[in-house]
């Protein structure tokens, strides 16, 4: 089983996106450099050194995904009931802050945090600077698909 997150977008919010998150195209060569182990990262930066020579694709829309691959238990509990209730909350309603988001939810801040931690590693979301020390959860993937990978299984299951 695959579980892949998508999200899709136009190729000059892409470039504001990579400039958001990593600061300057020369601060996300210094991360793939130093961490080289970093898959998304290296990712972004093709994709930025990419799109940026080609401005005439800039208003193109493009599609961007991480797959997890293969899933373990460990990977399908990030599909808890909480969990799945949060992306769906982050879908249809903006907040400030990750405390305002736990008040709405009715869960504990730290909690919700560890979630969104979570979820920002597979670049579901990001977590923008608000004011203070505050967070604001923003949702990327627009898309989540599961996709059973052991055809011969599904058959199996339909005929038994």
């Known amino acids: 089983m695959i579980i892949r997150f998508e999200q899709s977008l136009m ?12 600061g300057s195209e020369k601060e996300l060569r210094r991360l793939s450099e130093r961490k080289t182990k970093d898959i998304l990262a290296a990712e972004d930066l093709e994709d930025f050194e990419y799109y940026s020579k ?21 990977a399908l509990s990030i599909f808890s009931p909480e969990r799945l209730k949060l992306l769906d909350v982050l879908s249809s309603m903006q907040f ?3 405390r305002q988001l736990a008040g709405f939810l009715k869960r504990d801040v730290h909690n919700v945090y560890e979630d969104l931690k979570r979820f920002q590693a597979l670049r579901v979301l990001e977590l923008e600077r608000g004011t203070g020390n505050s967070r604001i959860p923003r949702l990327l993937a627009q898309y989540i698909t599961i996709v059973p990978t052991h055809w011969e299984k599904l058959e199996a299951f339909k005929e038994g």
Request: charged share 40%; net charge positive; hydrophobic share 35%.
């Open 96 to 98: 400030k802050s990750i």
């Open 54 to 74: 080609h401005p005439e694709l800039h208003s193109e829309k493009i599609r961007r995904a991480v797959s997890v691959i293969p899933v373990s238990d460990k």
């Open 11 to 22: 190729v000059s919010e892409f470039l504001e996106e990579v400039k958001r998150r990593y």
